[in-house]
């Protein structure tokens, strides 16, 4: 069935970086825009990042741009998002999402914690 | 940057009501939003798309309406798989902001 299982999240010191993982099966992945999106404990959705179904566009939101690089393996259905220079605030949910325009597949998330 | 603004933030209502939650643009969007369901602990589920067309497999007491700058969501009668925090989203200029969230709960 189509599917996206995100994975790499975890408890992360501030100023460290980290590589979190999308993996798509049950469509054609190279097909499909891509999103990042993440949710903080106890607050809305924010929007991070989009590519295009190439890997040649992408935007970030003003928040995470220089921060944040989204990219994607289509050899291997991934797609990833670099995270560097951890704050506390980007302790939250990080979900990927398929573009179709609207997002219409998300996968279950995975948690990142920016402690000491 | 587009905002978008979802009114209220916050409703109280029963089983069988009709409810109707607005989501507000801060330019013109066209018709490039969408709605979103979000459970506990669950990720987000697309409702609406192009402002008006249902997802496939979502009931159809959701509906959706609006252009340009104002935008609505109605649930004919809730049911109480329906209690939920809805969220709108633009997809008009690549920066796909979502609107801050209406929570719905049983009155």
């Known amino acids: 069935q189509v599917q996206l299982v995100e994975s790499g999240g975890g408890v992360v010191q501030p100023g460290r970086s980290l590589r979190l993982s999308c993996a798509a099966s049950?469509?054609?992945?190279?097909?499909?825009?891509m999103h990042w999106v993440r949710q903080a404990p106890g607050k809305g959705l924010e929007w991070l990042a989009v590519l295009s179904s190439d890997g040649t566009n992408k935007n970030y939101a003003d928040a995470v741009k220089g921060r944040f690089t989204i990219s994607r393996d289509n050899s291997e259905n991934t797609l990833s998002l670099q995270i560097s220079s951890l704050r506390a605030d980007d302790t939250a949910i990080y979900y990927c999402a398929r573009d179709r325009p609207s997002l219409d597949i998300w996968g279950q998330g995975t948690m990142v914690t920016v402690s000491s | 940057d587009i905002q978008l603004t979802q009114s209220p933030s916050f409703l109280s209502a029963s089983v069988g009501d009709r409810v109707t939650i607005t989501c507000r643009a801060s330019?013109?969007?066209?018709?490039?939003l969408a709605w979103y369901q979000q459970k506990p602990g669950k990720a987000p589920k697309l409702l609406i798309y192009s402002a008006s067309t249902l997802q496939s497999g979502v009931p159809s007491r959701f509906s959706g309406s609006g252009s340009g700058t104002e935008f609505t969501l109605t649930i004919s009668s809730l049911q109480p798989e329906d209690f939920a925090t809805y969220y709108c989203q633009q997809l008009n200029s690549y920066l796909y902001t979502f609107g801050q969230g209406t929570t719905l709960e049983i009155k």
């Open positions: 330019q013109g969007i066209s018709y490039y």
């Open positions: 049950g469509f054609t992945f190279s097909t499909y825009a």
